[in-house]
């Protein structure tokens, strides 16, 4: 079976004025349907530009990235867009929900935006908001929330819509242990129940171990992980 994300040679270099920043330079790898992939490296390798690139939120200099048999790198704009909300769940360090809104109502936005393509399912839905501990929270905004409950309402509505691949970008960069332990979990339990397609990004060799593998990045690169010094004698 063709494996379910494939990147190709990745390369993407940011331009600010005259100053070049190269980003990634030439990322290869595969993921089959249903693996959770870890992806490991210190600030600045490049690690974000890749889940940009892997979402379809940025594009790339060269290089393809082929999701589900589609080639990502040459759909128009709208067709990526379509994929992606139908498709892909995002997690982000930063929780990015929407302050006015209350966490019911954010997790809902996911659905809408998944609209006719989306899998709603709302017993499925109060199941996963009661695994993250969210069920007396539904009402309150984000401001009311602990940064804990904030990112649980983010992964609950990355996960509303059963999307076939999670894309998570330091997920737990901002919480504490027990916050963590549920978002890894929550991930862990997701891609077991559906086989889901799952990356996760983070530079916490703990987080990365609820993967399958781990991918190491430095300087743009994929490398193996004896280069890696944060993971020398981790295992
Ligand atoms: N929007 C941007 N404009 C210019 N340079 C950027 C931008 N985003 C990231 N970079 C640079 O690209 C490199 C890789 O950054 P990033 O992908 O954020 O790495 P990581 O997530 O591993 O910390 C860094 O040198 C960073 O400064
Ligand atoms: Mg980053």
């Known amino acids: ?41 210190p600030s600045g390798s490049g690690k974000s530009t890749l889940f940009y690139v892997l979402g379809g939120l940025t594009r790339v200099d060269s290089g393809r990235v082929v999701l589900d ?33 209350s966490a019911r109502a954010n997790i809902d936005v996911a659905l809408d935006i998944a609209g006719k393509n989306g899998n709603r399912d709302d017993a499925y839905l109060e199941r996963i908001v009661g695994l993250l501990g969210l069920t007396s929270r539904l009402q309150h905004r984000p401001s009311e929330l602990s940064g804990g409950e904030q990112q649980r309402v983010a992964l609950a509505r990355a996960l509303a819509n059963k999307p076939a691949i999670v894309l998570a970008d330091e997920p737990t960069g901002n919480l504490d242990s027990r916050n963590s ?10 891609n077991r129940e559906l086989g889901q397609t799952v990356l996760m990004i983070t530079h916490n ?12 990045m430095r300087d743009g690169e994929i490398v193996p992980p004896e ?5 020398t004698g981790h295992h």
């Open 181 to 190: 332990e549920i978002v890894l979990s929550m991930l862990r339990g997701s």
């Open 227 to 231: 280069r890696d010094p944060q993971w």
């Open 205 to 216: 060799p703990e987080a990365a171990e609820f993967g399958d593998r781990v991918i190491h």
């Open 1 to 41: 079976m063709a494996p379910f994300i494939e990147a190709q040679d990745l390369y993407k270099t940011y331009h600010i004025g005259k100053v070049e920043v190269p980003a990634l330079r030439g990322i290869s790898f595969s993921v089959e349907r249903g693996e959770f992939v870890s992806v490991v490296g």
């Open 69 to 101: 048999g589609a080639d990502f790198t040459k759909l128009s704009d709208a067709e990526r867009t379509r994929m992606r909300k139908s498709k892909i769940g995002f997690v982000f360090q930063k929780f990015n929900l929407l302050p006015t809104l």
